[in-house]
């Protein structure tokens, strides 16, 4: 679509609202799919990291980097969209993300030691933020009443299907090609939705000349408050925290860093993001719910492929077919939560969907060193099913009320906070499964002390099994007391999961006090972008 021009040499959009249906749900359509890809690449890698450290002989410590670079990139980008929205239009914003999306996808597939898979995994990160909170702002905009319920659901369900995929279709990909075509396969589709982007999506205006008036303090101020944290919940676990002085410098930049951001926000200007969609209380508490979902999303996504790794043994593509259950349950949740959203007050769907995620943890809290498929089948399920009754509710309580730049602030406050849970998520879990290893080793040891004479004699009844294969008496022995160490490890380690996943259900329980204080937003008619320049 040719874009006008105006008088004063700016281009003009046709108000989103009187386009065809049949472009709105193309434009819609397009965008979708977009953040989907984002979305995906954060949790790709995750069943797949052991390949990958091979193929870069990178270190353990390191590793982890390829998600958290990608994170941390992320967390900058979301809420800065908002402001290059304004300034490049949704159109050029979108289609210059997919298309770096592509490029750095590329890049990273051509990786050639870890430290460059790092570098190109934050470009990956920064250029694919841009295109999630565009969506949400694009759909509240364009739609209108009926159809407008639609936006909740199907974008809840991207954004959490897309990152609970990403075990699964990296663990294929990996077992069956290689693990640099989980970079790869993000070619054909970048370049389409790049094209079709800069063909159809032309829905708001451009205003140049907000790059002029750039306020380069808070965008850095941001940058490092946001980058800062995630280096200290990434790295805080592995270097005991406050006593590294390097996570202490981290802190300490990171918290001045939020502090002049705060001032920006309020006295600049021309600030980077706007804070003044959080003066609406019911936004406020959506925003909370959406750190909260963040949190168990992310961390449960997380949790369930290590626990297969490490206490089953199981590889990429087993890992993958195990976690792909919960996209199942999203799907069908989907459907029944975009009818019953316009029917059922949002905070009893919210109350609905935060217990029945609670459940579901607790019944993963079951989990023992045996658990696979079959007995991962119903929490998985469950999960899947009542995530998006937390997700629909939440996102229609947080972006209803709000129209024009301001619906683009929201929407990029309102990411920040799910993708913030999921850092914080995963650090924290981490943090809370070495603990609980220790902690369970620990009184193993304890155990195995008090009843010494039964574990001397299990032990020996090993070595004696051992016996045939050894003629060596002390490497016997010696076999045996590994053997015994591997299971006093494995059962520990399963007993911390288990302990980990109960805390995650209390944290969902404890936030069901905030459900009654929400107030239900009443739904304001869009507001075209074109309207605000």
């Known amino acids: 679509m040719a874009s006008a021009t105006s008088a004063n040499g700016i281009d003009t959009a046709p108000r989103p ?13 397009i965008l979708a799919f977009g953040q989907f890809m984002a979305l995906l690449d954060i949790q790709i890698v995750a069943a797949s990291l052991n390949d990958i450290q091979s193929g870069l002989s990178a270190g353990p410590d390191e590793i982890s980097w390829v998600q958290t670079a990608y994170l941390m990139a992320e967390l900058v980008m979301i809420p800065f969209s908002a402001f290059l929205a304004q300034a490049m239009s949704t159109r050029w914003l979108f289609a210059m993300s997919a298309g770096l999306f592509t490029l750095s996808s590329i890049a990273c597939g051509c990786a050639w030691n870890i430290e460059s898979m790092i570098a190109f995994r934050a470009i990956q990160g920064f250029v694919g933020g841009a295109m999630v909170p ?55 589709p970048g370049i389409v939705v790049t094209a079709l982007t800069i063909h159809f999506v032309h829905v708001d205006t451009a205003d140049t000349s907000m790059f002029r008036r750039i306020d380069w303090s808070h965008l850095i101020a941001m940058a490092v408050a946001l980058a800062g944290l995630e280096y200290v919940l990434e790295e805080g676990p592995r270097k005991d925290w406050f006593g590294d002085p390097q996570i202490v410098m981290a802190a300490w930049f990171s918290f001045v860093g939020f502090c002049l951001f705060l001032e920006r926000s309020f006295f600049s200007k021309n600030p980077i993001v706007r804070v003044t969609p959080f003066r609406n209380p019911t936004f406020a508490f959506a925003c909370v719910f959406n750190l909260v979902i963040g949190f168990g999303i992310y961390a449960s996504t997380y949790l369930v492929p290590v626990f297969l790794g490490r206490v089953r043994g199981f590889n990429s593509l087993q890992i993958g077919t195990t976690v792909f259950v919960v996209g199942l349950g999203q799907l069908v949740s989907t459907v029944i939560v975009a009818r019953a959203s316009n029917h059922v007050d949002r905070r009893i769907l919210i109350g609905i969907g935060l217990s029945g995620f609670a459940a579901s943890l607790w019944l993963t809290s079951e989990v023992a060193s045996n658990w696979g498929f079959g007995q991962l089948l119903v929490p998985q399920l469950a999960r899947g099913l009542f995530v998006m009754l937390c997700i629909v509710p939440s996102v229609n309580m947080a972006l209803s009320a709000f129209q024009g730049p301001e619906l683009r602030s929201a929407s990029g406050l309102f990411n920040l906070m799910r993708n913030l849970g999921g850092a914080i998520g995963i650090a924290t879990v981490n943090t809370w499964l070495g603990d609980n290893t220790r902690i369970q080793t620990l009184r193993f040891g304890e155990a195995l002390a008090a009843n010494g004479r039964n574990a001397q004699d299990a032990i020996s009844s ?20 590994a053997t015994i160490g591997r299971l006093v490890n494995r059962e520990a380690l399963t007993i911390a999961f288990d302990d980990v996943f109960r805390l995650m259900a209390w944290m969902f329980i404890a936030a069901l006090v905030m459900v009654p204080f929400c107030k239900v937003p009443k739904n304001a008619a869009p507001v075209s972008p074109a309207d605000v320049h």
């Open 17 to 29: 609202t009187e386009l065809p249906l049949s472009r709105k749900y193309l434009i819609f359509g």
């Open 134 to 188: 565009s969506v949400f702002a694009v759909g509240f905009t364009i739609f209108e009443g009926k159809q407008r319920a639609l936006i909740p659901a199907i974008l809840g369900m991207v954004s959490v299907l897309a990152p609970t995929m990403g075990p699964t279709v990296g663990g294929i990909i990996t077992d069956s090609i290689g693990w640099r075509w989980i970079f790869f396969i993000n070619i054909a």
């Open 462 to 481: 090993i070595a004696g099994r051992f016996a045939a294969v050894t003629p060596d008496p002390d490497h016997a022995m010696l076999m045996a007391q």
